[in-house]
């Protein structure tokens, strides 16, 4: 491998301290109550960091599928928990179809970019996969915490209208469609509005790794575009089939919308 | 005399433990039921109940004899059409608002949309055809109430359910509405409606009127 990057020391890593203390003299400075937050917060994030890092080297070294695929598994568990933290009161509990969701946008637009775009070799390679897969997996988690939310809310104030379009022959599907158009685009909005901006405001977190690892900037924008165009279409494909999956737990078997919509 | 409709013992909780509904009664061919009581005895949860949008704890439905479970939900509203308190219209013109159970992917079988049946309605209801471009998010809320009872009407039900259709009209239109009502409910066989209303005029237009009161 090459180190042509520049290393950060163990001396040059306690001198970050002084940003924590720069916060920390703020937080006191002015009374808010954050202190405490900001030391734990200071600490898990570098214990999480440590932790992540060894876990990291090990899983690279080993580079076998049997450790891979279940790690992104728990981390599609853990972001289809995440996704569906905040909404309480939703009929059934959606975890289990974000998690569907999520398995499957990564998967899918995650194997295009490991199998037909980086391609390493050997292709299962955890070093290109697993932060692959993660960056993806972000993004639709946050894409579809926002559609379903969104969800929620369109139907839950529209409930008169989904009923009047379901006396008038409507199938459960076209009585909530706009409210589901909606949802999806709430989801796909944020991630599109990025590939507008990137570059311009300021370069994206993987870009400036790379380049700071030495990489040349024409190759890293190129990696970066893959990366901007393969989070937007996770998301497309996650919000889709979440609200897809999901919408069918808004309605009872007698095509009415169920007890719990009305009660947000 | 044809029974159409017939309900049995219809009982509804809401989490609220000091309210219960239950109800019984049936509908014959022709017949008006007007659904009597004051505000909360839940005259709209009978008729939300009784277009299966909302499920009873206890009790049965039947139309034309079957069962309600036996019944497809898309078939019954559409013979049975609700009509809600509110009234609701959608986005796009009051044209695109008539037209739309029809251009649904299970639009009602062998009906086409007849301009000329819309045009007959709107003047019934004193309405001029001048209104069909209009948006209808523009629409007066008395305006809006009879578009979509037009709409409902076009679909040609068997049974309507309305729940105050003439709240939001004055004296003269809400005449010319019960008016159409009641031409509709003899111009077919197999019609009856069930209405909710506060005015003792609007049911003293009808012929053959049945009470009952929650
Ligand atoms: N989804 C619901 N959850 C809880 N309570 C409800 C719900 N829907 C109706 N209720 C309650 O049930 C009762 C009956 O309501 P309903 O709307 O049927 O009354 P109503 O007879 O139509 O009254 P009004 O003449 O004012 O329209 C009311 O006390 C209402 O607050
Ligand atoms: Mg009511």
Redesign the interface.
Same mark, same amino acid.
Do not use: D, E, I, T
């Given at each position: 491998m090459d180190y042509s990057y520049i290393q950060i020391s163990n001396t040059q890593l306690i001198f970050s301290v002084i940003l924590v203390l720069i916060t920390g003299g703020i937080a006191t400075l002015l009374k808010l109550g954050l202190l405490k937050s900001l030391l734990w917060g200071t600490i898990r994030a570098f214990l999480q960091l440590t932790i992540i890092g060894y876990a990291l080297t090990f899983i690279f070294a080993v580079n076998k599928l049997y450790i891979i695929i279940p790690i992104l598994l728990l981390q599609c568990y853990i972001a289809a928990r995440e996704s569906t933290r905040r909404i309480h009161k939703a009929p059934d509990n959606p975890m289990l179809l974000s998690f569907l969701a999520l398995t499957a946008s990564t998967f899918i637009v995650g194997l295009i970019v490991v199998m037909l775009i980086i391609s390493p070799q050997p292709l299962y390679s955890a070093q290109v996969m697993i932060p692959i897969f993660g960056m993806i997996l972000g993004n639709s988690m946050n894409g579809i915490a926002l559609s379903l939310d969104r969800m929620l809310a369109e139907i839950n104030g529209h409930i008169d209208q989904v009923e009047q379009l379901l006396c008038l022959g409507a199938s459960p599907w076209e009585a909530i469609k706009t409210d589901m158009q909606t949802a999806v685009k709430a989801g796909m909005t944020p991630t599109i509005n990025a590939l507008m901006v990137v570059g311009l405001v300021s370069l994206p977190g993987m870009m400036t790794g790379q380049i700071l690892a030495g990489m040349n900037p024409h190759s890293a924008v190129r990696y970066q575009f893959v990366v901007m165009v393969m989070m937007t279409a996770a998301v497309a494909i996650g919000c889709l089939l979440m609200v897809g999956l999901y919408y069918k737990k808004i309605f009872t078997d007698d095509m009415a919308i169920v007890e719990q919509m009305r009660k947000n | 005399m044809q029974l159409l409709m017939e309900f049995k013992d219809l009982t509804r909780r809401f989490e609220r433990d000091d309210y219960f509904l239950q109800a019984s009664g049936s509908l014959s061919e022709n017949e008006t039921l007007a659904v009597r009581g004051p505000s909360g005895s839940g005259k709209s949860t009978l008729l939300?109940i009784l &277009? /299966? @949008?909302? &499920?009873p704890d206890t009790g049965n439905m039947f139309y034309k004899g079957e069962a309600y479970r036996q019944i497809p939900? #898309?078939k019954w509203? /559409?013979e049975i #059409?609700?009509? !809600?308190q509110?009234p =609701?219209v959608? &986005?796009g013109s009051v044209q695109d608002n008539l037209r @739309?159970?029809f251009n649904?992917?299970? !639009?009602?079988p062998q009906i086409n949309y007849s301009q000329d049946q819309a045009s007959s309605y709107l003047e019934a209801v004193g309405l001029s055809t001048a209104i069909l471009p209009q948006s209808a998010s523009t629409l007066s809320g008395g305006e809006a109430a009879r578009i &979509?009872l037009i709409? !409902?009407l076009l =679909?040609q039900p068997n049974i309507l359910l309305l729940d105050e259709p003439t709240a939001y009209l004055d004296d003269s239109s809400a005449g010319q509405v019960i008016n159409l009502l009641k031409t509709w409910l003899v111009e077919k066989d197999q019609r009856a409606l069930v209405i909710v209303s506060h005015k003792q005029e609007d049911i003293k237009g009808f012929n053959q009127v049945k009470f009952l009161d929650l």
């Open positions: - | 939300k &277009a /299966r @949008l909302l &499920a939900p #898309q509203r /559409r #059409q609700y009509l !809600s509110k =609701v959608f &986005a @739309l159970p649904l992917n299970c !639009s009602p &979509a709409r !409902s =679909v």
